[in-house]
């Protein structure tokens, strides 16, 4: 490595510390901004993986990342059932997956989405769960990217301009059908409208050469990937009989007990009206508290996370304390419960596992109790 990328490094690491700090996190290592991480694209130790679905990531991905739809990375049957659970997938086939996207052991990944956070935590899931050793999330994701690049900003101000030309010329165009019309004039007007949007065509695709968000397909050269057994992060996911363990305990003692179930969907699919595809019912674990995950993502700032203060008061109204073990699901549990783990991490606590099953096993298993 080269001392100025050396130097870039250093500096984008004791900035994202000081950001951070900012919103008082206590776990400063798993969020990284759009200021820094911009610094590291193009850097052959890192990759950023998209965990937005492949038609959104044509629509504009960062330059250089790559796809792995966080909804697909737990790896089931069409029944549920998951073959290695509590594991994502089992490690041959996670690591055949991997090594395909281009990722090789040593590189840093940051995962992002849109912003909302689901799908770039359940990549960040993902990877630290097979114990990957350098995993971050980009709070703010695409939006965010797309916010600090100057040529965006350039490449918009354009398009906004070349919007208004071609209104213009439209508007001739109807004009000159009129009875009465000043053809001479309108053509003039049309002529120049068309020369201005011919003009800003050709600035606005020079400009697109410098987005760091674009539009097209993943472009990969696979590389081999292998995960060690020994460094597996077992206490950072569960399988069904976990999180049944746990739910005797809660049905139990209530409020005394020392776990928590966090059902992190929206209210259509916990109480079963919504019933999702491939699962047999719809319902909820009983004893789970509902805290849906949009009240830790941050719509209005376009941010993955809220702060600090604002998440941990949304875990004290449900007194979701840190001498609990918590558990959370969704449908897949890359997503939306990625999303609570992935906070509490932030704030944190300790004993946290994401449900990698989810409702997709646990609504698909005869055996276990349901509630709607």
């Given at each position: 490595m080269n001392r100025l990328l050396k130097t870039l490094c250093v500096a984008a690491s004791l900035s994202a510390a000081a950001a951070m700090a900012a919103d008082g996190y206590a776990n400063k290592n798993i969020l990284i901004s759009a200021e820094e991480a911009v610094k590291l694209i193009g850097n052959p130790k890192v990759m950023f993986v998209s965990g937005d679905n492949e038609d959104i990531y044509k629509l504009g991905h960062i330059k250089g990342s790559v796809e792995m739809y966080a909804h697909h990375l737990h790896h089931s049957e069409i029944d549920g059932e998951m073959h290695c659970a509590p594991l994502y997938r089992c490690v041959d086939d996670a690591e055949k997956y991997i090594g395909s996207k281009g990722i090789s052991n040593d590189m840093t990944i940051i995962a992002y989405d849109d912003f909302k956070g689901p799908n770039a935590t359940g990549v960040y899931s993902f990877f630290d769960s097979f114990g990957h050793k350098n995993v971050k999330v980009l709070n703010g994701g695409r939006a965010a990217m797309m916010a600090y690049d100057p040529a965006q900003k350039e490449y918009d101000a354009l398009n906004k301009e070349l919007k208004a030309a071609k209104k213009i010329e439209k508007d001739a165009k109807e004009a000159l059908k009129k009875e009465g019309a000043d053809k001479a004039a309108l053509d003039a007007t049309i002529k120049k409208a068309s020369e201005e949007a011919k003009a800003l065509t050709a600035k606005m695709a020079e400009v697109e050469k410098r987005l760091l968000v674009i539009k097209g397909d993943e472009v990969v050269k696979p590389k081999t990937y292998k995960i060690d057994p020994k460094k597996i992060k077992w206490s950072v996911i569960a399988g069904k009989e976990e999180v049944k363990h746990a739910m005797d305990d809660i049905l139990k003692n209530g409020k005394k007990s020392k776990y928590v179930i966090i059902d992190s969907r929206g209210m259509g699919e916990i109480i079963g009206e919504r019933k999702?595809?491939?699962?047999?019912?719809?319902?909820?674990?009983?004893?789970?508290?509902?805290?849906?995950?949009?009240?830790?993502?941050?719509?209005?700032?376009?941010?993955?996370?809220?702060?600090?203060?604002?998440?941990?008061?949304?875990?004290?109204?449900?007194?979701?304390?840190?001498?609990?073990?918590?558990?959370?699901?969704?449908?897949?549990?890359?997503?939306?419960?990625?999303?609570?783990?992935?906070?509490?991490?932030?704030?944190?606590?300790?004993?946290?596992?994401?449900?990698?099953?989810?409702?997709?096993?646990?609504?698909?298993?005869?055996?276990?109790?349901?509630?709607?």
């Open positions: 999702m595809d491939n699962v047999a019912r719809g319902g909820h674990v009983p004893g789970a508290t509902f805290i849906e995950w949009s009240q830790i993502s941050d719509a209005d700032k376009k941010l993955s996370f809220k702060s600090a203060k604002e998440i941990q008061a949304v875990y004290d109204r449900y007194g979701i304390t840190k001498d609990k073990t918590i558990y959370a699901y969704c449908h897949v549990g890359a997503g939306r419960s990625s999303e609570h783990i992935t906070a509490l991490q932030l704030l944190g606590y300790k004993n946290v596992k994401v449900f990698t099953g989810s409702w997709d096993v646990w609504g698909n298993d005869m055996n276990l109790p349901i509630k709607r």
